[in-house]
């Protein structure tokens, strides 16, 4: 198995946060997705990979070799999206080819100019006067201009509207029909990862909660509703982030802890949205 | 051929993709030799991962219904008479079952059905 | 190299939009109008424009995230602060000779008398003093990007060169003897000058490149 990207006991110290222990890795011709809820670490880590930040401590490979970050000519094979567009805001499109083509090996200006197309952006507008999906498909378009065989999206599609998260979805879904091309996907809306992730890493408080394949995580875990009275004590602790309210009880279970409850509750497949709020509510009751 | 997948269906995509090609070679929709869309532009057509579609054909192939040949693609092997003729009368069995149960749950006897099915087979000569 | 020399043409898309005639017009104008009192006031102006203009590719920088398209386009840090350092001793000697220029030019329009060796005498003291200024603010502005890094120096700036003005009032003899042994070696005076000029550069870069290293965006 290659891998694009491995994360080794990844650690970022700030004033009042910090994300530890970060380890992971991203298998060729995947698309892993990258989630918790925000403010769990997922921009911080996503920085630290591509140098923005300087590390505690931890170890980063990029294709298999040591980097600090995008140092070298990393930038050729690894195309980046991040939730706010990094360009000059007077520049258009045409400034932005202008300003980044010297820098690669190999630009493709065809490429470019046919993914503006698509997305119908005007060459001549100026980024601030782009709306915010039409940065978000601008940035895109470059990350996808220089025979990229990495994408890495911090939060690409807030603020999107869903047919515009759809298009996106479907361009990282085309992405990887070239088995050599892999894809790394932070966002706090899974829907869009419940259907074409194939791992998936799961950050909350700044550490790591799961990192593998995404069937395996949905596949372990089940949502359960009752009432509290049909349970006891000894199975009241295998609910996770359990929500009560006045006519019942829903929380997440280990699907394998399902036999251990009572037939009277409601068991059914959970959604990876849920995995993250229950996840959640379960972690703020521990502190 | 069809493969059509549901996300709010119980049963895990990969089985249904599974049971879809399953059917479409016992139905003679997939023939001997026919070649399968690969397992990333299915997973791209289906928007679904490629993990999953990959789950699905390495069952099929485990199963024998399918081989892989390295940079070519997946071929559908040539199957077995009695297999196919047992998942025929497998799915007539389930069928069956079900128009059972309705008839004893509605008060329908079993001399009405027997009419009925007689009836039906004449009508589709 | 390569890539520094590519970042500062980098730095000059970023500023292109705003090199426009409104602009370039209203510096003229402004530049004009200090002329006609006297020769060193319009260069001066002229070369205090250069020192406004370092902060420029900062400020855009900042507003604008850019730090991290450098670091997407695996723009070194060395590139990037020896890009800006190129970049302002450039402008200020572009803008050294351009003064150079105006000045005469502006002394035939008005039949005034060409004085050669006082325009240069201004000019070169100019740049030294401004390029020492530049080495100071430079640091800080890496250390702390454009904003902060404006508030911090812009006031001890200001105080500074006040005081040098102040000070160069009341040592004026001390200070004319001086120039009057610079006018008697101006071989020594030169490279000396240079060699002094050279190592405060070379100080401040280190500083400001060890500075723009730790910081994380």
Redesign the interface.
């Known amino acids: 198995m290659e891998y694009v990207l491995e994360v080794t006991s990844l650690e970022k110290q700030y004033e009042n946060f910090s994300v530890k222990n970060i380890s992971f890795k991203v298998p060729k011709g995947y698309i892993m997705g990258f989630i918790g809820p925000n403010g769990a670490g997922k921009t911080t880590t996503i920085k630290a990979i591509l140098g923005m930040l300087n590390i505690s401590s931890g170890n980063i490979k990029l294709f298999g070799k040591d980097s600090q970050g995008m140092n070298g000519q990393f930038n050729d094979k690894i195309g980046i999206v991040m939730d706010t567009p990094y360009f000059a805001e007077d520049w258009n499109a045409s400034d932005i080819e202008t300003a980044v083509s010297p820098f690669y090996q190999h630009w493709n200006s065809e490429t470019y100019a046919s993914l503006l197309e698509k997305f119908s952006i005007d060459r001549k507008k100026k980024l601030r006067d782009l709306s915010r999906g039409m940065k978000v498909k601008l940035m895109v378009s470059v990350a996808l201009s220089h025979h990229a065989t990495f994408l890495v999206l911090d939060e690409p599609t807030s603020g999107l509207d869903p047919v515009a998260r759809e298009e996106l979805c479907d361009l990282l879904s085309e992405f990887v029909t070239d088995e050599n091309n892999s894809v790394l996907f932070s966002t706090h809306i899974t829907s869009d990862l419940e259907k074409i992730a194939d791992y998936i890493t799961f950050i909350l408080n700044g550490e790591i909660v799961y990192t593998g394949l995404k069937d395996d995580l949905m596949e372990n875990y089940s949502l359960a509703k009752g009432s509290l009275y049909e349970i006891n004590e000894e199975q009241r602790k295998l609910l996770i982030g359990a929500r009560e309210y006045s006519t019942g009880f829903e929380a997440m279970v280990k699907t394998s802890d399902i036999r251990k409850l009572p037939n009277e509750l409601l068991t059914e497949p959970i959604t990876l949205d849920e995995i993250i709020v229950f996840m959640n509510k379960e972690g703020k009751t521990d502190e | 051929m069809k493969i059509i997948v549901s996300n709010r269906s119980e049963l895990p995509i990969y089985e249904q993709i599974k049971s879809q090609i399953k059917e479409a070679i016992f139905s003679g929709n997939l023939a001997e030799g026919e070649l399968l869309p690969s397992i990333r532009q299915l997973a791209r057509d289906l928007k679904i991962s490629v993990i999953t579609t990959t789950r699905a054909y390495n069952d099929l192939e485990e199963e024998g219904f399918i081989t892989s040949v390295q940079g070519k693609g997946s071929y559908v092997l040539p199957q077995n008479k009695e297999m196919a003729r047992e998942n025929t009368l497998r799915k007539i069995e389930l069928s069956l079952n079900d128009a059972i149960g309705t008839a004893k749950a509605g008060g329908i006897t079993k001399e009405e059905v027997i009419r009925m099915l007689n009836l039906l087979y004449r009508e589709g000569e | 190299m390569n890539?520094t020399l590519?970042f500062m043409?980098?730095d000059y898309?970023?500023l292109?939009?705003?090199v426009t005639m409104k602009n370039l017009f209203i510096m003229i104008a402004v530049a004009l109008f200090f002329t006609v009192q006297s020769n060193t006031s319009s260069i001066s102006i002229l070369m205090a424009y250069g020192f406004m203009f370092t902060g420029y590719p900062f400020a855009?920088g900042e507003?604008?995230?850019?730090?991290?398209?450098y670091?997407?386009?695996?723009?070194?840090r060395n590139a990037v602060v020896g890009g800006r350092y190129l970049f302002t001793i450039l402008m200020e000697l572009c803008l050294g000779v351009f003064a150079c220029l105006v000045s005469v030019l502006l002394s035939l329009l008005l039949h005034r008398p060409i004085e050669a060796r006082e325009t240069l005498i201004v000019v070169v003291t100019l740049f030294f003093v401004l390029s020492f200024l530049q080495t100071l603010q430079l640091p800080v502005f890496f250390k702390m990007g454009y904003a902060k890094g404006k508030m911090m120096t812009y006031m001890p700036l200001m105080v500074l060169a006040f005081l040098i003005i102040v000070i160069s009032k009341h040592v004026s003899k001390v200070l004319s003897r001086f120039i009057e042994w610079l006018s008697k070696n101006p071989v020594t005076a030169i490279t000396s000058g240079i060699l002094i000029w050279l190592l405060t550069v070379l100080i401040s870069y280190q500083i400001a490149l060890k500075l723009y290293?730790?910081?994380?965006?």
């Not at chain 3, 507003?63 to 398209?69: A, G, I, T």
Request: aromatic fraction near 8%; proline fraction near 4%.
């Open positions: 890539k590519s043409k980098l898309v970023t292109r939009p705003y855009v507003k604008c995230n850019m730090d991290e398209l670091i997407s386009l695996s723009i070194s290293k730790k910081r994380d965006f």
